[in-house]
């Protein structure tokens, strides 16, 4: 169903990203992706036709690794779907206690390092191409502990909202919900993974977003979770929104 697309995918190395490279290659389409683990990366397309999919290694933190993701890219321009998934959790301490070389690191990787890498990528973008962001509950609404975490994700979707209105395609926002990840374990250690979706159950959102034409308003927002078991290629509804 996503023969004709061609789609980057950032933070494939692990959780909802490795699985959003699967998925969208497992429908045809032409998937780049990047993390810092090449090892993660390799894990990935295990399996994949490795003709669709490209591994960047790249730490997109640095200048250095999103110019190695923008030059890569130019081998699957003209990009039409771009999932900007990598994120950086940080301590769960109170705000009180925030170490500052944190506060700015995950703001830097969660905010500052997606926007750069936007710019770098946007020549190589199809006219109309989609973008989605992927944000958390907790940069809808804050909540104790989740620090840095929580207002970086609230910018995100600050940033996806000027996006939006200067961008000629669809800019969607997408809110896993808590998927059973690695990072989900690491802010969440007593929690049982297993009551949790798995990064597959979450998927009917992000591939109907990355369907060409989809016809969710741009600048909608979406919750993952509302989208469990529905079929992304007829109609899903959600937020109270159509999507089909
Ligand atoms: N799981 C949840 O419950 C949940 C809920 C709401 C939102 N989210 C969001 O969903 C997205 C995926 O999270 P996940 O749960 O799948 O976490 P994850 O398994 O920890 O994956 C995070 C990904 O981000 C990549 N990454 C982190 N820093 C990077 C950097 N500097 N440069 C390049 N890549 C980097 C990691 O790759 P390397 O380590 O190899 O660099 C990894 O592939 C994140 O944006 C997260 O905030 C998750």
């Known amino acids: 169903m996503l023969s004709d697309r061609s789609i980057l995918v950032t933070g494939g190395s692990s959780g909802i990203g490795r699985e959003l490279v699967r998925q969208y290659a497992a429908q045809g389409a032409r998937v780049l992706t990047t993390a810092r683990r090449e090892s993660g990366l390799l894990e990935t397309i295990q399996g994949l036709d490795l003709e669709r999919v490209i591994t960047v290694p790249a730490d997109i933190g640095s200048r250095t690794g ?23 959790l940080g301590p769960k301490v109170p705000l009180a206690d925030y170490p500052e070389a944190a506060w700015h690191e995950v703001f830097h990787i969660n905010v500052t390092a997606v926007h750069l890498l936007h710019q770098l990528l946007t020549p190589l973008l ?3 191409a989609t973008i989605i962001g ?23 979707e600050g940033w996806l909202e000027v996006l939006a209105d200067e961008w000629e395609g669809p800019v969607y926002s997408v809110n896993p919900g808590g ?20 990064p597959s159950d979450i998927m009917p959102i992000f591939l109907r977003l990355a369907r060409a034409h989809p016809t969710a308003e741009s600048g909608e927002k979406f919750d993952a979770r509302d989208f469990i078991g529905a079929d992304p290629w007829t109609v899903a509804e959600g937020n109270g929104q159509t999507v089909g």
């Open 66 to 88: 999103r110019e190695i993701v923008a030059t890569e890219a130019m081998r699957i321009s003209p990009i039409d779907v771009v999932v900007h998934a990598a994120g950086a």
């Open 179 to 198: 998927t059973a990840t690695p990072m989900r374990a690491e802010a969440m250690p007593d929690e049982d993974p297993a009551t949790l979706p798995a």
């Open 126 to 128: 199809s006219p109309t």
């Open 134 to 156: 992927v944000s958390s509950s907790v940069g809808r609404r804050g909540r104790g502990e989740w620090g840095m975490y929580a207002v970086s994700k609230s910018a995100l």
